[in-house]
């Protein structure tokens, strides 16, 4: 607060409003000429009290952003705010009214019967407290809306990063390679599944290059991506590739980032042993919270070991949409993968 010179402007604007507004008051009612000490003393006087009020403000406002946020409990934020002022302009008139009583009780000007001095006082701490607050509001939902564009700009940047790693990982030639060798050997044996190798492979491709279009998905188009790339790697694989699927009907409309569990599944293929002796299970469990893929484990120590850029990526986006990152983590000897599930309130906020 003190290294923002926009505090120094306001409060400066503040201090003099005051002090202005008073020495206007003594003017008009006792027909006081203009003084300038006791503008001077009145400038350093609402210099310290603004400067508390502004501190304890603050305060407020910070407790309150993290108690009952704007966005969620606007009428509650409202109405605790305007209890929190008025307590705040009763307790610090009260207390002006004691410091008037303790040390000017013999002076005609503050000995007022009909508690002038409180009333000015009254007011004077109304507009202060008021303007204090929704200066620091400003500043609060301002800073807000700034990281909050921080974090959109970030997640953009991400987005397209994972868009081009997962485009050129299809696009790369062991991936070509392999996809054309099975097609090869398909179209003598089998014309039909052939046919429904290249609508999958056409799938796959689509799927990745019309991702600009969006920043979640929900899991039940995920899953059916899903299906395509692994019809795919089935053909390759055979039985020695075995997925289980099991996903409870409310978690189909959930929403994660594109490609999550593609990675996932990924991972699981290019990282372990798979043979017929050593077959890959894999199993994809969906409950509203979560989207749990375990595999039993059984690397292939002949590849290089992996740098971890694409679970990476993928953490690094769920931490800029707000949410915990996922767990990769090995238990039982089964390397399972964690993705949480955003709800569908999301959709509108990512998309």
Excluded at 190 to 200: C, L, S
Excluded at 331 to 349: C, E, G, I, S
Aim: hydrophobic share 45%; with cysteine.
């Amino acid at each position: 607060m003190l290294r923002d010179p926009r505090y120094w402007t306001f409060h400066s604007f503040i201090v003099l409003l005051i002090a202005g507004l008073l020495e206007l008051e003594d003017q008009l009612e006792q027909g006081q000429q203009p003084s300038v000490s006791e503008f001077l003393v009145d400038v350093a006087v609402f210099s310290v009290v603004i400067f508390f009020i502004s501190w304890l403000s603050l305060q407020v406002v910070r407790l309150l952003n993290a108690l009952m946020p704007w966005e969620s409990s606007l009428f509650k934020r409202f109405a605790a705010e305007t209890v929190i002022i008025l307590s705040m302009v009763s307790v610090l008139t009260l207390v002006a009214s004691g410091i008037k009583n303790m040390f000017f009780f013999d002076d005609p000007e503050f000995n007022d019967p009909d508690f002038g001095f409180e009333i000015m006082a009254l007011i004077m701490l109304i507009i202060t407290t008021f303007l204090v607050f929704a200066y620091h509001e400003f500043i609060s939902l301002s800073s807000a809306k700034e990281s909050l564009e921080l974090k959109n700009e970030l997640l953009q940047k991400q987005h397209y990063l994972a868009k081009y790693e997962a485009l050129k990982n299809q696009l790369n030639p062991h991936f070509l390679f392999n996809s054309l060798n099975a097609l090869s050997s398909l179209i003598y044996r089998d014309t039909e599944k052939a046919d429904m190798f290249i609508k999958k492979f056409s799938e796959v491709f689509r799927y990745v290059l019309e991702l600009n279009k969006e920043r979640l998905v929900p899991l039940k188009q995920e899953l059916g991506f899903l299906e395509s790339y692994l019809f795919l790697q089935k053909i390759r694989y055979d039985h020695q590739l075995i997925i289980y699927q099991q996903v409870e009907a409310g978690a189909f409309q959930k929403l994660l980032p594109p490609l999550s569990l593609q990675l996932a599944v990924e991972n699981a293929i290019k990282h372990n042993i798979i043979s017929n002796h050593q077959q890959l299970h894999i199993w994809i469990e969906g409950t509203a919270n979560e989207l749990v893929i375990r595999n039993n484990y059984q690397p292939n120590k002949s590849l290089n070991e992996s740098l971890g850029i694409g679970q990476n990526n993928l953490c690094e986006k769920y931490v800029l949409l707000g949410k915990r990152p996922p767990q990769f983590f090995l238990k039982d000897n089964f390397y399972q993968v964690h993705l949480p599930l955003l709800d569908t309130a999301a959709w509108n906020v990512y998309s």
